[in-house]
C-alpha cells in the first residue's frame, strides 16, 4: 500500500520556466514532509520540508505548498535550471517521533535548455 | 567532513547466499537507517539505529536484519536470499534521528541476486 504517491513519473520542462511536482499522501498522521533530488550513482540529497502548521515553505528557487485537507503537496521550481534535472522524491513523516521517512516513488525532471 | 560511506558499491549474489552491506555515517552522527530502493517501489524504510540500539523496523521479513557498532557504523544482513531483494540499498545518517534531523544518504550498494 503506498501511502505516498507520485503519480507522474517524469515531467519535461523547457529551462527558464517553472517545474511542478506532485505528490499525494494516504496517511492522515503524517504531518512533516520532505523533497528529496536524487541524481543517478548518488544518493538522495534533501531539499526542502514543511510541517503541517505551515502550508508553504521557500528556500530559493524551491517552494513547497501543502493543503492538508486534499493530502496533497507540491514542489515549485522557479525559474528551472538544466542542473535540476534527477529524479524528486516526496517523502513524509510523523512528528514527534524517530526517523520512519515513506518515500513516494519518485518523479524524473528533465528541464530542456 | 567526508560524507556517509558504504561498502561494497556493488555486490552480486546467488539465491539462498547471505549478504552483509555496511555503512560509516557522518562523523557525530548517531543514527543510522537503511532503506531498500527498487523500481517502481521507491524508497522503503528498513530499520534506524541509534546507539547501538534498534528505534525503528519497516515492514520486512526478519531475513532483513542490522546492528550498530559503538562507533555509529552499522551493517545489514540479508540471509536467504531471493530474486526480490536485488535492490539498491541506501543508508542514511543523522545527528540524532529525530523527525526534523536532516538525512544525509550514502550513495547505496547494488545488489544483484542471480
Known amino acids: 500500500d503506498q501511502q505516498v504517491k507520485q503519480n507522474s513519473p517524469s515531467l519535461s520542462v523547457q529551462e527558464g520556466r517553472i517545474s511542478i511536482l506532485n505528490c499525494d499522501y494516504t496517511n492522515s498522521m503524517f504531518d512533516y514532509f520532505l523533497w528529496y533530488k536524487k541524481y543517478p550513482a548518488e544518493g538522495p540529497t534533501f531539499l526542502i520540508s514543511?510541517?503541517?502548521?505551515?502550508d508553504k515553505n521557500e528556500d530559493g528557487r524551491f517552494t513547497v505548498f501543502l493543503n492538508k485537507s486534499a493530502k496533497h503537496l507540491s514542489l515549485h521550481i522557479v525559474p528551472s535550471q538544466p542542473g535540476d534535472s534527477a529524479v524528486y522524491f516526496c517523502a513524509a513523516n510523523r512528528s514527534g517521533g524517530y526517523q520512519k521517512v515513506t518515500f513516494g516513488t519518485g518523479t524524473k525532471l528533465q528541464v530542456i535548455p | 567532513k567526508a560524507g556517509v560511506t558504504q561498502t561494497p558499491r556493488y555486490l552480486i549474489k546467488t539465491r539462498g547466499q547471505q549478504v552483509t552491506l555496511s555503512c560509516s555515517p557522518i562523523s557525530g552522527h548517531r543514527s543510522v537507517s537503511w532503506y531498500q530502493q527498487t523500481p517502481g517501489q521507491g524508497l522503503q524504510f528498513l530499520f534506524e539505529y541509534f546507539s547501538e540500539t534498534q528505534r525503528n523496523k519497516g515492514n520486512f521479513p526478519g531475513r532483513f536484519s542490522g546492528r550498530q557498532f559503538s562507533n555509529s557504523r552499522s551493517e545489514m544482513n540479508v540471509s536467504t536470499l531471493e530474486l526480490g531483494d536485488s535492490a539498491l540499498y541506501l543508508c542514511?545518517?543523522?545527528?540524532?534521528?529525530?523527525?526534523?534531523?536532516?538525512?544525509?544518504f550514502g550513495p547505496g550498494t547494488r545488489l544483484t541476486v542471480l
Open positions: 514543511i510541517s503541517s502548521i505551515k
Open positions: 542514511a545518517s543523522s545527528t540524532t534521528g529525530t523527525y526534523t534531523d536532516t538525512q544525509y
